[in-house]
């Protein structure tokens, strides 16, 4: 105990410490001016965001898997950790020898720079905050370092003799620890400052407030009676905007400007074209009921919504641009980066893959790609559903890969049939008797048209079918069980429109989507 708390005061310890207020000075400073750049450009987001960029297929599926839309606070807290560890070495590296600290401080410094100027839309310029906190950070490093050299020699057991030792290392010691408090005050003041900032000077989300979308000149079909689950708990057949799932790499959600948004259309096409905005809100839009699916989606989980959304065919789009022969896929791309690989030939049939500006009525939200996304039935998001969406390249499935194509993940993908058990809850605790069991099922474009439950290994029989909608929306389920008494397994397994029954066959999401029946657990009393 005695020696950890003279290792506490002794001057390794307290150059970990100077080593971590001076990364909290290059990340504040860098948050408090970065509110003047673009905001991507800040040296957390900047690196988590290369991080993910360099994720492979395992690691996602595993960060999904186990913290699920919380995937980028433990991102964050992974960083913060790594950041704060680094720190300590340098700190102490610094101490021992100031040149190879400086050295580490403008590698780490060249590394964030690096991961800020290749994000996608950044500008050379955007790379001036993270300059500005490096050199702060040097800065205070070297203040806190002199006030640290000025108590050498250091004492043997500094506890032991700092009461009845000459004044110096006492004073010295008051000295490091009020600038360690002082630079720790100013950061958190900065990084506050920055925060508050950012948020004033952006006005997106005003915007976005204050517009008012079109009606469609096609409105949605009427959602008929009937097609929310007969079993209380069920999922609402419409997922509101903010419960709707959330997945995407973007680490700071992309504030784009509606009247400078524009959608470049190019490649192997007779006509470019540019759509700006404007040009959306006086089209035909249409709108529909969709339900979108993450492939990234666990057997039985819920990275799934159904929204109603506003917006224009691609196919009219297509039909302006006039795809070439040869032609069988397009490459959307966000403004942050990230790009899918949509067959050709899905976007121009007649399942209204779309550019959407509305969602349940409301402008996109921030998070699910305002001003414009696109929204394609039938394909998991990664190859489909592209947020912030600003170019549509024709292309060839041969000669472009899209962004998770290249991490490992399919260059296509369909979604698969999946019935999802509700309620009850896995290892929910239920009265004997009348048990209502209930759930979702999708396959989207081909419809659901039977979900069938299975009691431990007894025989499999058919549900209760809510009304559907239509082939691109989910379609609920109920089943009266009678329960009883013991631990028992109950199983849900779907059938689509074309007779083909859900696969037992258990796959990972990787590369293009889990499978398998879902068992729910539970006890009946
Ligand atoms: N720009 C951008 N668009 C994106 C993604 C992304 O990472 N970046 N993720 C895709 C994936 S994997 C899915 S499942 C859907 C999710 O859409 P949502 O967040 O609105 O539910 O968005 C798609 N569009
Ligand atoms: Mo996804």
């Known amino acids: 105990m005695k020696k950890l708390t003279n290792w506490l005061k002794g001057p390794t310890a307290l150059a970990a410490l100077a080593g971590v207020a001076a990364a909290a000075v290059v990340l504040s400073v860098a948050e408090l001016i970065g509110a003047f750049f673009t905001a991507r450009a800040t040296p957390l987001i900047a690196l988590g965001s290369t991080f993910i960029d360099f994720t492979p297929p395992w690691l996602k599926d595993f960060a999904i898997a186990t913290f699920g839309t919380n995937d980028k606070a433990a991102l964050f807290a992974g960083m913060g950790l790594t950041i704060l560890l680094l720190a300590c070495v340098l700190g102490v590296v610094a101490y021992r020898k100031w040149a190879l600290g400086v050295a580490g401080v403008l590698l780490m410094g060249a590394v964030i720079v690096a991961s800020v100027v290749t994000r996608a839309s950044v500008k050379p310029l955007d790379a001036i905050p993270s300059l500005i906190?490096?050199?702060?950070?040097?800065?205070?490093?070297?203040?806190?370092?002199?006030?640290?050299?000025?108590?050498?020699?250091?004492?043997?057991?500094?506890a032991d003799v700092a009461a009845k030792d000459t004044e110096r290392p006492a004073t010295t010691r008051r000295a490091f620890f009020a600038a360690t408090g002082i630079t720790a005050a100013a950061a958190a003041t900065a990084a506050t400052g920055g925060r508050l900032l950012s948020a004033a000077r952006s006005n997106v989300a005003q915007a976005r407030g204050s517009l008012q979308l079109p009606s469609p000149a096609k409105?949605?079909?009427?959602?008929?009676?009937?097609?929310?689950s007969a079993a209380p708990g069920v999922t609402p057949w419409v997922t509101p905007n903010n419960e709707f799932y959330r997945i995407d790499t973007a680490l700071s959600v992309p504030e784009i400007n509606a009247q400078e948004?524009?959608?470049r259309v190019h490649g192997l096409v007779e006509q470019e074209i540019t759509l700006t905005f404007q040009d959306l809100l006086d089209a035909e839009l249409i709108e529909s009921h969709v339900t979108l699916t993450c492939v990234s989606n666990p057997v039985g989980g819920n990275l799934a919504g159904n929204a109603k959304w506003l917006g224009l065919p691609i196919r009219e789009v297509l039909k302006m641009a006039r795809p070439k022969d040869g032609a069988d896929m397009v490459l959307s791309t966000s403004e942050d980066g990230f790009s899918a690989s949509t067959p050709l030939e899905v976007l121009q049939d007649d399942r209204d893959a779309m550019l959407a500006i509305g969602m349940n009525g409301e402008p996109l939200p921030l998070e699910h790609g305002y001003p414009v996304r696109m929204v394609v039935p039938g394909l998991y998001g990664f190859v489909s559903a592209t947020k912030w969406v600003v170019d549509l390249e024709v292309t060839r499935f041969a000669d472009s890969k899209a962004y998770w194509t290249d991490r490992g993940w399919s260059e296509r993908g369909p979604i698969k049939t999946m019935a999802r058990v509700e309620v009850p809850r896995s290892f929910a605790q239920v009265p004997a008797g009348k048990v209502a069991v209930g759930g979702t099922a999708w396959a989207q474009t081909r419809g659901i048209t039977k979900v069938e439950v299975q009691i431990d290994n007894g025989p499999w029989t058919a549900a209760v079918l809510s009304t559907e909608a239509s082939v691109v929306t989910w379609r609920q389920w109920s089943f009266e069980w009678e329960a009883t008494p013991g631990p028992h397994y109950i199983k849900a397994r779907a059938t689509d429109g074309t007779g083909e029954v859900q696969t037992d066959k258990r796959a990972d999401p990787v590369p293009d989507g889990a499978s398998g029946w879902q068992s729910v657990m539970v006890t009946v009393q």
Do not use: S
Request: aromatic residues 8%; glycine residues 8%.
């Open 133 to 158: 906190g490096t050199v702060a950070g040097l800065v205070v490093l070297r203040l806190l370092m002199t006030r640290l050299w000025r108590m050498r020699p250091w004492p043997a057991a500094a």
């Open 261 to 263: 948004w524009e959608l």
């Open 219 to 228: 409105a949605a079909a009427a959602v008929p009676a009937g097609v929310q």
